[in-house]
């Protein structure tokens, strides 16, 4: 697998993200293996689960390179890449791999098994219909097409309730804004926080089961 599929693919697949200050309380020893991969230019952490931890094929392409880390009962320990290019590796409870990817690619993925995830990860507080349908196009839109999409899959071709709702979507994307999911600019533009694209996530999957689009 090239590098840049296996980027993209991790990141599709990626459960949720974990900030910089999130990794440093919950995992104070992961967090200096971190720090010391990226020093001043650090990225927010995506978590991938699974029970097994593929390496890469190689270690630099594109101008970017791996520094990994295994992690045992929080014991940190640095893995010679070259070592085990193309080799796979069990994830079991309580250990993780740390992939710290450096250079035009600066990203960082933190590999746990799925009975490892969930301290990780914010528990969030319920959300309407209508906010995680706003959530899951942005989460997969660009922002021109989200407002006609959200009309579109809440009242399908019913004219007369779209124009009776006109300030829906802006509503609800104010109310996320007072959650903390997302952030809006003085111009208006919105755009997912951290904690906003976790939840992004979970409502693409409940926008599908509800309104039948996603």
Request: aromatic share 12%; with cysteine; hydrophobic share 35%.
């Amino acid at each position: 697998m090239s590098f840049l599929k296996r980027v993209k693919e991790v990141t599709a697949d990626a459960l949720g993200f974990m900030s910089k200050q999130d990794l440093k309380e919950k995992l104070p020893e992961v967090y200096k293996a971190y720090a010391e991969a990226y020093g001043g230019r650090k990225p927010d952490i995506k978590i991938v689960t699974g029970t097994t931890f593929s390496f890469p094929n190689e270690k630099y392409s594109m101008g970017s390179w791996h520094v990994i880390y295994a992690v045992l009962d929080g014991k940190v320990k640095p893995i010679n890449v070259g070592q085990y290019f193309g080799k796979s590796e069990k994830l079991v409870p309580n250990s993780m791999f740390l992939d710290c990817v450096k250079g035009n690619i600066n990203t960082c993925y933190l590999y746990v098994h799925p009975d490892d995830a969930s301290p990780l990860l914010k528990e969030g507080e319920d959300l309407s219909d209508e906010e995680y349908l706003v959530l899951a196009l942005m989460k997969g839109l660009k922002s021109f097409a989200r407002e006609g999409e959200f009309y579109k899959s809440k009242y399908k071709y019913d004219y007369e309730k779209k124009e009776e709702n006109a300030h829906e979507y802006k509503d609800t994307l104010q109310s996320l804004a007072d959650k903390g999911l997302v952030k809006i600019n003085k111009a208006g533009s919105a755009m997912l926080t951290l904690e906003g694209k976790n939840r992004s996530i979970e409502a693409a999957k409940k926008a599908r089961e509800k309104f039948g689009f996603f």
